[in-house]
């Protein structure tokens, strides 16, 4: 059966689908989500065994089948005229007018790109405008990076003390490859905030082997993907005091990071643009510059906690756990770094940011794989009969492939 289902949604795909006594069969995505069920409840009644494979290579062959995949689908949509002006048109035309030496000059509109967004990453890609100009060449690269998180994902896990489990990093690894916000995020155009998630999670892992050489370029990168990407190096900073009880290190990582925030919305930004930063509007509920808006955060929480209990952010909230089997809520300490990204999201009244397959989870994303983790060897630990840590896992995995059913249409 599951068999058939996936001849199915192949021919689906490849047809372009049939209607059948008024019955429309036009939708590849239903047929995976059928499939995904079918799986799921045959693997619950009698477990399915699984080809004993080295995890490297299993991740190797992950990495290299989603780059494939993706770069398959983000390369069509292009030429089907599926990317946008904004952003994809406007972060080309950037790039490629500093390639040019013109700087970093957009029509769209007409100014000093800095003052729109500080995306100094932008400056890594200029070589690619050297050698294949265009828009394939940034939709490549950014989908190479965001696979690239995946090796990082298995060697934060596999260094886990709780776990020291090849075969659990290489199950993490894949299970942030089938990620519905990685996917969305990869897939619609290139955002320069994309790069952070790749960068975040390397951070991480680099800080864990000791790397802090590497730490910290990871955590300069990520600071220069966007001008609010500071507001992720806090979460950064949450997670060594909290997870990994550097206190000291953590405040001075948050601190220095909301001063960058600070400098870059207040003088480098307005600089550029001749006028006030304009993205906090927002959030002009809750004040008109940075320091009004953490101020209302701190001593008026009546002012905004409503804002957060919408029944929709509560779907974005399940829809970006349930592909993690939950697991990110076993371990507080760590899922508390996704805090300062979350609350971004959460306290605006704009939907795309909190819609689950938008690019403004890049700075959320990290911070839940890495609670997942940890939450996987807390529950591992427990023992509970009726709720198994691979359980869990499988969970992830088939409500991973539920969300993200309509990447293959």
């Not at 009698?46 to 080295?54: E, F, G, H, K, Q």
């Amino acid at each position: 059966m599951a068999t058939g289902l996936a001849l199915l949604m192949f021919a689906v795909i490849a047809t372009g689908g049939w209607t059948i006594d008024g019955l429309a069969l036009t939708r590849p995505e239903d047929a995976l989500v059928v499939l995904a069920v079918v799986v799921a409840i045959r693997a619950f009644v009698a477990p399915i065994p699984l080809p004993r494979l080295r995890p490297v290579r299993v991740v190797g062959v992950g990495v290299v089948t989603y780059v494939l995949l993706m770069d398959f689908v983000v390369l069509s949509r292009h030429a089907a005229l599926q990317t946008h002006a904004l952003d994809l048109g406007q972060y080309l035309q950037v790039i490629w007018n500093i390639s040019a030496g013109f700087g970093a000059r957009t029509t769209l509109p007409p100014l000093h790109f800095w003052g729109e967004h500080l995306a100094l990453v932008f400056y890594l890609l200029v070589p690619l405008m050297w050698l294949a100009p265009g828009a394939t060449a940034l939709l490549v690269a950014q989908t190479l990076v965001l696979a690239a998180g995946a090796v990082a994902v298995f060697a934060y896990t596999v260094r886990r003390t709780a776990l020291a489990d090849e075969r659990v990093a290489a199950g993490f690894a894949l299970l942030y490859l089938v990620n519905p916000s990685l996917h969305g995020v990869n897939i619609r155009d290139i955002h320069p905030q994309a790069f952070a998630i790749t960068f975040l999670l390397g951070a991480v892992a680099a800080f864990d082997a000791g790397r802090f050489g590497w730490c910290a370029l990871a955590l300069l990168l990520t600071l220069v993907s966007r001008e609010d990407a500071a507001i992720a190096v806090v979460g950064f900073g949450i997670w060594l005091a909290l997870a990994r009880r550097r206190w000291a290190l953590g405040a001075a990582v948050a601190g220095a990071a909301v001063l960058v925030l600070y400098a870059d919305l207040t003088w480098v930004m307005p600089y550029f643009r001749s006028s006030p930063y304009p993205h906090l509007n927002r959030y002009s509920h809750l004040g008109a510059s940075l320091p009004q808006i953490l101020g209302t955060l701190v001593l008026e929480p009546q002012s905004w906690l409503p804002l957060t209990l919408s029944f929709q952010k509560g779907m974005y909230l399940a829809a970006l756990l349930a592909p993690l089997g939950f697991l990110p809520l076993l371990a507080p300490r760590v899922l508390a770094a996704a805090l300062p990204g979350l609350a971004m999201n959460l306290l605006s009244f704009d939907h795309v940011l909190f819609s689950y397959r938008s690019q403004y989870q890049a700075f959320v994303l990290p911070f839940l794989v890495l609670a997942a983790v940890d939450g996987y060897a807390s529950l591992h630990k427990r023992r509970v009969p009726w709720l198994s840590a691979g359980r869990a896992l499988a969970f992830g995995f088939v409500a991973s492939v539920v969300l993200t059913a309509r990447t293959v249409n």
